[in-house]
């Protein structure tokens, strides 16, 4: 039975890819076994690297996604590739003003420094990797959090994700020191990916254990 679903989310993963206008036909390479998809081949950014991920993810029975793809690209000059970089981050708002450095070598760019959310990590995340040179992003990147009561933020937690999440009764969640642990079992990736958006947005959390199993259908 897995056998058959799992030709069928390659049969779906491979349309949704060839239906993206970013991606040309046969460009990512895919296997599935038991609903966990393994992304093969070479694309032209890091950029496309990124959103073929989010493609596989949000296809209906995908449980897990592998990236083992290249960036193949013309070389650019790091010291403008820098430059662009630290132009992007300070022109994101969610990004803390001289709270990241950036660096580059041969198109491998790492940012380092440390915020207070993790959604302003993943606002420097998403503000450089869409620039043309980069071929890999390195994230040394600290998420410290507010000290916060845990009851606080447990309260916090809970009335956003019934706000979001209509079936939250079958998501535990506590939380320790400003820990969240999630356990129990969603239907889809982007169905966890939600929850655990949701946990890291909250203020006060300095981390997220994502123990949240995708059952599928």
């Known amino acids: 039975m897995s056998g058959r679903n799992d030709l069928k989310i ?15 036909p046969a460009e990512v390479g895919i296997e599935v076994d038991d609903g966990v998809v393994t992304l093969r081949g070479t694309v032209s950014s890091y950029a496309k690297l990124r959103a073929a991920e989010g493609i596989a993810a949000r296809v209906t029975g995908v449980k897990a996604v592998h990236d083992h793809l290249e960036v193949l690209m013309a070389p650019e000059d790091d010291v403008e590739l820098a430059r662009k970089a630290a132009l992007a981050l300070s022109l994101d708002a969610d990004v803390p003003e001289g709270a990241l450095s950036c660096a580059v070598r041969d198109g491998v760019l790492t940012l380092r420094g440390a915020v207070d959310h993790d959604y302003q990590r993943r606002a420097a995340e998403q503000a450089v990797s869409r620039l043309a040179g980069v071929r890999e992003l390195t ?19 809970r009335s956003a994700l019934q706000r979001r999440v209509p079936w939250v009764n079958l998501v535990g969640f506590s ?26 947005r909250t203020r006060g959390v300095r981390h997220v254990v994502d123990r949240v199993v995708v059952m599928g259908t």
């Not at 020191?177 to 939600?194: E, Q």
């Open 175 to 200: 939380v320790h020191s400003g820990v969240v642990t999630l356990s129990g079992w969603v239907r889809s990736l982007a169905d966890r990916a939600t929850i655990e958006e949701t946990a890291w």
């Open 139 to 157: 994230m040394d990147v600290e998420v410290r959090g507010h000290t916060r009561d845990d009851a606080e933020i447990l309260s916090d937690l």
């Open 10 to 24: 390659q049969t779906d993963v491979l349309d949704e890819l060839n239906w993206d206008p970013r991606f040309a």
